[in-house]
């Protein structure tokens, strides 16, 4: 889908024959025929909509590509950031983000708070751009700051769990979520996954679930005695002291709250995704945790979560 419908077509040659050549296997994008062919696979582009094509060095176009991904790394950093100073003076990030987004120079996309993000383009991509900056001989202190929040951002949701539990030796977790998005399989560099050896790190037993990922996940966390996995989520949530949710499944934003409350130990849910609204949560008897917004519970108590605050002097890489 996104070859046949990208937003745009980068080539980077050396030689002007090598551009045409290239430009003659684009050319059923770029001229908008593909797209009137009955068999066309249908998406966001079209015979009046073709997608444009750029000429460049091959490297620019290699820049180009680490530029794009390390700057969607960098939108999504930023309001998890934002997300941390919402929290401490008691504003709402999903407020936040809706307000940034209608701003047409921003726009609504990677506005999303959560556990930060992974798979394999952001990260390899960001961090080929700092390597291509150092033997450059360039300062891109910029792009540490996105690495360094997006790991500080695993601790952030962990204090969350230890803040709501007190301690976290010997609770019993529902993990939902191990891929680094939903619809997909993909375990490379999943937040969901570092979450978890954090956890078992501080002596949590977690059942874990996720729609596709789990065999994957065995292969770096085989099953032991603090580490199962369940066949559903209500499963993984039976008896648990709270219940977390690590990816943006679609199966995950449709749970069936009633249910859920009857299996847990404990009505906790900590959600890494901002799946649901407060009120919903609290409506179905739920002490409510979520990022970047104030905690909720049915006796509409607020718990601090244990994490440290920098000082006014400290830059971003000191407090990260």
């Not at 997300?83 to 609504?108: F, N, Q």
């Amino acid at each position: 889908m996104d070859f046949l419908h990208p937003d745009r077509i980068i080539v980077g040659a050396e030689s002007q024959r090598a551009a045409e050549v290239l430009a003659r296997v684009y050319e059923p994008l770029t001229s908008g025929r593909y797209y009137e062919q009955p068999g066309a696979l249908r998406g966001s582009r079209s015979a009046a909509c073709a997608p444009p094509l750029l000429q460049t060095s091959p490297e620019s176009a290699e820049i180009i590509k680490h530029a794009s991904n390390s700057f969607l790394a960098l939108k999504i950093s930023f309001i998890n950031t934002v997300s941390t100073l919402g929290e401490a003076v008691g504003a709402d990030i999903e407020e936040i983000a809706k307000g940034m987004g209608m701003d047409s120079r921003i726009g609504p996309r990677f506005l999303r708070a959560g556990l930060g993000y992974g798979g394999s383009c952001f990260p390899n991509d960001v961090a080929a751009f700092q390597a291509d900056s150092a033997q450059s001989g360039v300062g891109f202190r910029l792009l540490d700051d996105i690495c360094n929040i997006n790991d500080y951002q695993k601790t952030v949701f962990v204090n969350k769990v230890a803040g709501a539990l007190w301690t976290l030796r010997g609770k019993r977790l529902a993990v939902l979520g191990l891929a680094y998005k939903g619809g997909t399989d993909d375990i490379r560099k999943s937040p969901s996954i570092e979450v978890v050896q954090r956890l078992l790190s501080e002596g949590a037993v977690i059942v874990a679930y996720d729609p596709a990922a789990m065999e994957k996940t065995q292969t770096v966390l085989p099953v032991s005695d603090n580490l199962s996995y369940a066949h559903n989520l209500y499963d993984a949530a039976s008896g648990a002291d709270a219940a977390l949710i690590l990816t943006d499944w679609e199966e995950f934003k449709s749970i069936d709250l009633d249910r859920l409350a009857q299996v847990l130990k404990y009505p906790i849910v900590i959600d890494g995704r901002n799946l649901y609204s407060a009120a919903a949560m609290v409506e179905h008897g739920f002490t409510y945790i979520s990022m970047g917004r104030p905690d909720a519970s049915p006796q509409h108590l607020r718990k601090s979560c244990v994490v440290a605050e920098p000082s006014p002097e400290a830059s971003l890489s000191e407090v990260l």
